[in-house]
């Protein structure tokens, strides 16, 4: 194949151009010096380029929360994020629900490599944890009482309810409102007017405890009530954006609500997508589905701004924020 | 090193054993060849080797259902795990009931390496699918038709609904009596007597019809009712054991039983347990999660027999069922 | 959309059609069963008739061995492919010759989790395991005894060469003709004439000692000798066919060699293609990379039949040689 | 348990504190943020602090590189890396050589993404790329003619050699010499005495073009002859640390000349260690193993400071080298 081929072959292409460090470097301009990376590095770019886009446009924007955030520190970044609006809507699992109130509450979280170095012996014995009432998550532990505590203050939520049926996210607003710490998660949902989904929230301490009222105590929470507060959210929005972290059952209920959504406005599809995930498809499962299988069922429009970075999200989410914060900032 | 501190130090340890492949070899003679090997080899023999034990002690079996196994083609060997009592309670995502129905009600799963070959296009385009209203999912597409099909269903089923509020279970099975499809998951489940929990149902379309049914239908269905019935299951259980296919909600919230539910009686956590999954632990999450890590919690008692093996539950399931199968009806 | 437009889009589409488990199944009835799957299962019974078919024509086979399979009880199946000329040509690390030599002087590996039982301590600690000798691979352990063993034997081995360079193959055929164990893998070659390479052999304990024996001995081991063997392999063959277990330099050494060879020929790239691993594409490395990607090098055909089956390879490979055993077998 | 139980089981535990983002935030206090963290997060900041203390100290830094990181973008930070002294030696792949040179040569890497764009079609079709001669490395093209300048250069530079025999690092020298982008990792390891061994060279296309050389020229390159070098660079060395960015043989290998160096000294293994992957150790492969696994065989010291990085390198690479660069310059 001669020269002329060779070039016309590659006519209109981008040269991967690499990254170069400079000193005292903004996460801002480290990440704009990945622009013309590939693989992870030009990925974790194009994701700040979308969700910039996504607060310069009139967008609203779902965050979908899976996976231990609260336990590995995300905590204020989190809060951060629905007190500024930098995100709109909240759907999460009940886990870090869970766990914001916990810190809300004056419990903690603790790193689980000091359990070993406290206690003289050289590796986690989960047998040995549970003999000391610890509970561990992956390298973070947190002790039984941080949960007897929850249970205290989830009760007296219940028992100050007075109706005698809720959405879920409802229900998630009372308990937000007797929230009194400004940095969680749930209070300032309540604050910025933020709503908070939580789908399979019975897979929770939240649900559990619910369920130990309702024993005794009157409360009927509806599985579906959610459901058209959430869709009305998409029909009522201009452009419309997801910030999926980690797949499970936030992902696809954002999606399953953005498809049913705009069909009555000939609309389709979310207009931007960012998904943060450590699952790849290839066993099948939606947490690790691409964003173009999305598009094949109409949840993401054809025509979208859509970018997937595999990453721990406790990586990621960070250095998205850092960079997205300062070219906001920068404009402002 | 002396040879005699070099034997002393591995005294009491089993070799590895290599597996060798004889001819016209049965699953089963296969896995139990496997029993000498480490890895996954090993943990797959581990694997049969608990359910076996499960299925002869009395043992109340729990089977956790996530990922699209419905469309992979992992129905029928579901449906007969149900139909012949391998299990005895199924908590799965709303996705593998709904995929059930589309079946029973002879609608179909394709193979979606088939839509490029016949349309004489090279790899598979999800905005040309799109515009086909066929919906992918990894390598099996569905058309839309299928699920239009399901609306007209569930309507159906909804109108003949007789109770103002149900429990999710009861909703279930309500759609399950009205499949008339012997190798339906939920029609087995009905026949059987399996109960059939779905905490996180708003989360498919049965949750999405549900919702529009309600629009206009009176239907409450409450999203904690469940909970006493599996926690139940659970505290009337001589010995309980758990296969948890895939992770997600399903996991969480049978372990979340296990772990509540014994404390009136003295036990902990459950007895057995096998996850098949292709999570590793390594970003924190639930669905990842090490079995060790929920003996911490209780969740899996302290003296359990547990293993974790990571494969695609499409390969694992079958030859595991098969294994121990042929085991159950040898010895019988 | 109307009915018809329905069933036209989904024209010359394969159904999904489910597995169902008999009873005394055999692992080829079994995989024959998941013919009709979608996802892994579907990919393992494709890898099966792929290789069914390598072995019915005239095709010359390449293995490609990663990943410490022989210490977790695949050798005497890697011996065994190899004595029976289901393969015909092998690429390995050399951890894998080093882990075959050692079973073949008489030493074993062992499960470590009876370490920790044997020792009474809860979970295996590494640095325990560093002051008695022991070294881990994943759920395995060997004792430094084994490597002493080594030593010894290699050392014998080099002493009797008796040319001044060799190529590595050579190396390794000197090797395998020194061991007298008939389940080795290098014996197994030797026996059976098929050749071992090992490009990376310096990344071995093989290698360590000899660059000790060189330190006295003398021996010089050409870097690239072996590729003209390598490559002439290819341009002999009628067909072609490579079965990659886990990536690495095996896999890119046949494949470079594949893209190499055959431009004097006309022909282009492997013919038949089984890739195993659990490496997703997602970061961009070769171990990773989809047989596709191969396609735009030439490494494989345009019209190559291909197939990724990821899966652990002690999982997927005694079901693999199980069900194309009895298939030969059974033709035979 | 009453609450001082809970408060002792937890003594001397560190608390997960939560990172926040404040306004232009540099790379090094995004990072320094993230120390009080669990997850990828906490271990991000692990992995700076570690380098940063390899820094200070007197370490020879030897840096492992596995995996196409040059096509994705990360050329400039290796040579940079090089240059500066950040690392002292470096063991690679052939590949990222090869990518090295082919810039140095003037030619470049593309996105993927472009070639459909630039063609009309709307995924990537690798069939069709191998009909315009294009290769693509997951979402990076590059051009067979690359490959045909690369086959010039270095047949210039072997017809150039004088000796008869050199070793892998030799050859290597000389090719870097023959360089004059002063970008070129190899040429920067030129000018800054770095060396650079890569034990499998004969996987890689520079393998190729020796072997093609080889017909009619005369060049012996020794397969083992590094080793010395390599392992002399271990016994001399005050301190040593590895940043093993990806695993296969460049982790292995130097991880066996740390295992067999300190012998004669007295010292075992290495002091620090950063592995940067995105395998994790579930299938028993070398390349997800563990850093503790590693101190069992005495490849890492056991009491070496180290932290394995659950991250995609093209992002992790960027921030740790900022991070720790402006640590270092701001001391300075």
Same mark, same amino acid.
């Given at each position: 194949? !001669?020269?002329?081929?060779?070039?016309?072959?590659?006519?209109?292409?981008?040269?991967?151009?690499?990254?170069?460090?400079?000193?005292?470097?903004?996460?801002?301009?480290?990440?704009?010096?990945?622009?013309?990376?590939?693989? !992870?590095?030009?990925?974790?770019?194009?994701?700040? /380029?979308?969700?910039?886009?996504?607060?310069?446009? %009139?967008?609203?924007?779902?965050?979908?929360?899976?996976?231990?955030?609260?336990?590995?520190?995300?905590?204020?970044?989190?809060?951060?994020?629905?007190?500024?609006?930098?995100? #709109?809507?909240?759907?999460?699992?009940?886990?870090?629900?869970?766990?914001?109130?916990?810190?809300?509450?004056?419990?903690?979280?603790?790193?689980?490599?000091?359990?070993?170095?406290?206690?003289?012996?050289?590796?986690?014995?989960?047998?040995?944890?549970?003999?000391?009432?610890? #509970?561990?998550?992956?390298?973070?532990? $947190?002790?039984?009482?941080?949960?007897?505590?929850?249970?205290?203050? &989830?009760?007296?939520?219940?028992?100050?309810?007075?109706?005698?049926?809720?959405?879920?996210?409802?229900?998630?607003? =009372?308990?937000?409102?007797? &929230?009194?710490?400004?940095?969680?998660?749930?209070?300032?949902?309540?604050? *910025?007017?933020?709503?908070?989904?939580?789908?399979?929230? =019975? /897979? *929770?301490?939240?649900?559990?405890?619910?369920?130990?009222?309702?024993?005794?105590? *009157? +409360?009927?929470? #509806? =599985?579906? /009530? /959610?459901?058209?507060?959430?869709?009305?959210?998409?029909?009522?929005?201009?452009?419309?954006?997801?910030?999926? &972290?980690?797949?499970? $059952?936030?992902?696809?209920?954002?999606?399953?609500?953005?498809?049913?959504?705009?069909?009555?406005?000939?609309?389709?599809? +979310?207009?931007?997508?960012?998904?943060?995930?450590?699952?790849?498809? %290839?066993?099948? *499962?939606?947490?690790?589905?691409?964003?173009?299988?999305?598009?094949?069922?109409?949840?993401?429009?054809?025509?979208?701004?859509?970018?997937?970075?595999?990453? #721990?999200?406790?990586?990621?989410?960070?250095?998205?924020?850092?960079?997205?914060?300062?070219?906001?900032?920068?404009?402002?």
């Amino acid at each position: 194949m !001669g020269k002329d081929a060779h070039l016309k072959a590659l006519e209109g292409l981008k040269e991967v151009k690499g990254v170069e460090i400079g000193t005292h470097t903004s996460v801002e301009e480290l990440v704009a010096g990945l622009r013309g990376c590939a693989f !992870g590095a030009g990925r974790l770019a194009k994701a700040v /380029d979308i969700y910039e886009e996504m607060l310069n446009e %009139e967008t609203t924007k779902f965050l979908g929360v899976a996976g231990a955030l609260v336990p590995a520190g995300m905590r204020s970044i989190l809060a951060e994020l629905v007190r500024e609006r930098y995100v #709109d809507v909240v759907v999460t699992t009940g886990a870090n629900l869970v766990h914001d109130i916990i810190e809300a509450l004056g419990e903690h979280h603790y790193m689980s490599g000091g359990v070993a170095a406290a206690n003289a012996v050289r590796s986690v014995d989960d047998s040995w944890l549970r003999d000391q009432g610890i #509970d561990r998550i992956y390298d973070v532990v $947190v002790h039984d009482e941080a949960f007897a505590h929850l249970e205290d203050f &989830l009760r007296g939520v219940f028992e100050q309810l007075d109706r005698k049926r809720y959405s879920i996210r409802e229900l998630l607003t =009372a308990i937000g409102e007797n &929230l009194s710490d400004r940095n969680s998660i749930l209070r300032c949902a309540v604050d *910025s007017d933020v709503p908070v989904f939580c789908p399979a929230i =019975a /897979d *929770s301490m939240i649900g559990l405890h619910s369920w130990i009222y309702k024993q005794t105590g *009157s +409360l009927v929470v #509806d =599985a579906f /009530d /959610d459901m058209k507060e959430l869709i009305d959210l998409f029909c009522e929005a201009k452009r419309t954006g997801a910030i999926i &972290l980690g797949g499970g $059952v936030p992902k696809n209920f954002i999606f399953q609500s953005a498809l049913i959504a705009p069909r009555a406005e000939g609309k389709e599809g +979310l207009d931007f997508a960012i998904q943060i995930t450590t699952k790849t498809p %290839e066993d099948g *499962s939606l947490s690790g589905a691409t964003l173009e299988e999305a598009k094949s069922w109409g949840k993401i429009g054809g025509k979208a701004k859509a970018v997937t970075l595999y990453c #721990d999200a406790t990586i990621a989410l960070p250095i998205i924020v850092a960079a997205v914060r300062e070219r906001i900032e920068r404009k402002n």
